[in-house]
């Protein structure tokens, strides 16, 4: 054991091994999932649809920009969705 706590820098005493390897032995035992017809739910780089500008008269940008909750200059600020 003296060897795994010097590789895995964790002390044995901290950490419950019997149920490490019960985890592992449940995750050994897990059975196949059927993926048949998930592909169908993947966004694939090959199958996006193409960027397109949609310029916006001068009174609806200023209304826009007017109402914005966030905002950098001309830039609308919001909340970042990927981590």
């Known amino acids: 054991m003296d060897k795994l706590e010097q590789l895995s820098n964790i002390k ?15 995750i050994k035992n897990v059975k196949d999932i059927d993926t048949l017809g998930s592909e169908d739910h993947i966004v694939k780089s090959d199958n996006l649809r193409e960027d397109v500008v949609v310029n916006c008269d001068p009174e609806e940008k ?22």
């Open 12 to 26: 044995a005493g901290d950490v419950n091994i019997s149920k490490i390897t019960e985890f592992f032995e449940t």
């Open 62 to 83: 200023a209304l826009i920009l007017e109402n914005f909750p966030a905002k950098q200059g001309t830039y609308l600020v919001v909340p970042k969705v990927i981590q």
